[in-house]
């Protein structure tokens, strides 16, 4: 959900991530190793419910003056992809916490038609008390 | 939708407070001191973004900050007055503003922006407000968190997150609030068991003192059964059933939206050290709202009418039209960008801003109310054995059948040069030529106290 919540519809207004718009399905595998560490992992489908008109340009970028610049439109998409992903926690004491997500996004048509799978590597360690 | 409790069961803190506080033992003290808090940091990598403002780059990597801090000032057992301060809240780090040079790094290497580049308060007041206990509830006043469910509607937010529930609801909630909670399960005998009500009043908009006209109040009731244990923050009872319900008005105008929601939690031992749970939230918003009625948050506020400006600016007479009439809100958002590209922005970026300029309501007609129906829901179903956990979630977050989709996802465009520019912008007439003169739109903002996890 990491990357869906960064890459997904913003949130308008204060334009933090966040998922709306959105019907998706989600299934989640926790392991606690010991009393301080947990391994889990994550598998997301999503698709927006309201479709994004999606577009590329063309002839923008071939060295040619003489290439038309073109919007291509492309139509309406839905697709969000696929989601995959993966993290390990651990709680050193009482007030210290660490952890590793990882997340891989194979992006679905909604993010055009040149869009890249998305990677995210994000650690977090945090002190509570 | 804005982000939901992943995984939590939060409900009105104030409920599981006074029923805590209602089975502790009393001792006479006064201005007790005390606070709880959590301080983070977090580390960024992306690769693949389409949103990042670095254009033709697509990694991105940066880190920011968060500090929390909880404190209560315990005025006598009964009264209470609670914070939350957010301190470089989600800062990112190093020195953000204009174009720093390596020498001004060495001196001042931080500055205040979070990830967007929008100035942050370094100190943050979110919440402020008093509690005051009576025989037969608890009262609390002022600026506080709302919470309720799995967090679809409301949710106070504030938490650190960790493992598969995503990057947590951030900021959450905050409302100006008079709150009057009860538990009906007491005065009826249970002991195990509770049944908290209450009702709440909150002031979401009030623009000007001296104009009624904008004033936009939210009325709420709410009911939960529950058989767990209850402790701040958190419920998780094996069986929970509630309701959340918001009647929004807005002073002067036909602005009334009714808000439903029902949440529940089932769960049974099958086997020794082997648990079956499902649990689930779904809400329904129905009625009629104005622009501005829907949603009570003056950064919308402001956002729409710097947008606004920004059109009128950019197309004339012809914008304020738009602007006083409403249009569909891809043409407003490609009708901004085209400004924003003039300005020097990339396409890509230009667009984004444009849409999400568009999408904060200004897409909506001023003066004519505008039908609401918004829905969503979530239900998870899962298995806990020893020390596995494993869950099935569906989801659902829609605005309606014309809900227009509140961002343009915009890949890789480049034009780049002035003349690819020139090209890029004639086209973009073109495209829209027909389309200016469309019919008025049907979408409307998206809630943000609709959420999913």
Redesign the interface.
């Known amino acids: 959900m990491i990357l869906y919540e960064e890459a997904g519809p913003l949130e308008p207004v204060n334009l933090k991530p966040t998922v709306h718009n959105t019907m998706y399905l989600k299934g989640t595998g926790e392991w606690q190793l010991d009393d301080a560490t947990r391994l889990w992992a994550a598998v997301i489908w999503g698709e927006l419910n309201e479709g994004v008109e999606t577009y590329h340009i063309e002839g923008a970028d071939d060295g040619d003056e003489s290439t038309p610049v073109t919007v291509v439109q492309d139509g309406k998409k839905t697709d969000l992809g696929i989601e995959i992903d993966a993290g390990i926690d651990h709680q050193f004491g009482e007030n210290l916490r660490a952890e590793l997500k990882l997340g891989y996004l194979f992006v679905g048509s909604a993010f055009g038609p040149t869009a890249d799978d998305i990677f995210m590597i994000r650690p977090q360690l945090a002190i509570t008390f | 939708?804005?982000?939901a409790s992943?995984g939590s069961h939060a409900i009105p803190m104030a409920m599981a407070l006074w029923l805590c506080g209602a089975v502790l033992p009393r001792a006479s003290h006064a201005l007790d001191f005390d606070a709880?808090?959590?301080?983070?940091?977090?580390?960024?990598?992306?690769?693949?973004?389409?949103?990042n403002p670095a254009g033709n780059d697509?990694n991105t990597e940066f880190l920011d900050y968060r500090f929390a801090l909880y404190p209560t000032l315990s005025v006598t057992d009964e009264i209470k007055i609670k914070a939350r301060v957010d301190i470089l809240d989600d800062v990112i780090w190093g020195n953000n503003e204009n174009e720093p040079s390596i020498l001004t790094g060495l001196s001042k290497g931080t500055s205040s922006y979070d990830r967007?580049l929008?100035p942050v308060d370094e100190v943050e007041i979110n919440h402020l407000y008093g509690d005051i206990r009576t025989p037969v509830g608890i009262v609390r006043i002022g600026r506080q968190p709302s919470s309720f469910g799995l967090g679809i509607l409301a949710n106070g937010g504030g938490t650190?997150e960790?493992?598969?529930?995503?990057?947590g609801p951030?900021?959450g909630d905050t409302v100006d609030r008079l709150l009057f909670l009860t538990d009906l399960g007491q005065g009826l005998g249970w002991k195990d068991e509770h049944w908290l009500m209450g009702v709440a009043y909150d002031r979401t908009i009030e623009l000007g003192v001296f104009s009624q006209g904008d004033d936009v109040n939210d009325f709420i009731f709410v009911t939960l059964y529950s058989d767990g244990k209850l402790a701040p923050v958190r419920v998780a009872g094996n069986t929970e059933v509630g309701t959340y319900s918001v009647l929004v008005t807005k002073s002067g105008s036909s602005t009334t939206v009714g808000i439903q929601e029902g949440y529940f939690r089932f769960k049974r031992s099958v086997a020794e050290s082997t648990w079956l749970f499902v649990e689930g939230e779904g809400m329904i918003a129905f009625g009629a709202s104005n622009r501005s009625g829907l949603?009570g948050?003056n950064?919308?506020q402001d956002?729409v009418d710097s947008v606004t400006e920004g059109l009128v600016e950019t197309l004339g007479p012809f914008g304020e039209e738009i602007a006083e009439n409403g249009t569909d809100v891809?043409l407003i958002a490609n009708l901004v960008a085209q400004g924003l590209e003039e300005e020097g922005l990339s396409?890509a970026v230009a667009q984004t801003v444009a849409s999400?300029g568009a999408?904060?309501?200004f897409d909506v007609a001023r003066d004519e109310p505008l039908e609401v129906l918004l829905g969503?829901g979530v239900v998870r179903a899962?298995v806990e054995s020893g020390?596995?956990?494993?869950?099935?979630?569906?989801?659902?977050?829609?605005?309606g059948d014309d809900?227009?989709?509140?961002?343009?996802?915009?890949?890789?465009?480049?034009?780049?040069g002035p003349?690819?520019k020139e090209?890029?912008t004639a086209?973009?007439d073109d495209?829209l030529g027909a389309a200016i003169t469309g019919t008025k739109g049907t979408s409307y903002?998206?809630t943000?106290n609709?959420?999913?996890?």
């Open positions: 939708m804005s982000r992943r709880t808090g959590w301080w983070r940091t977090r580390y960024f990598f992306m690769d693949g973004v389409p949103l697509k967007t929008a650190l960790w493992g598969p529930d995503g990057n951030e900021t949603v948050n950064k919308r956002f891809g396409p999400q999408s904060a309501g969503g899962g020390p596995g956990r494993f869950t099935g979630e569906w989801g659902y977050s829609s605005g809900e227009n989709v509140l961002i343009n996802f915009v890949g890789p465009v480049d034009a780049t003349e690819a090209a890029l086209q973009v495209a903002p998206s943000p609709t959420t999913l996890p």
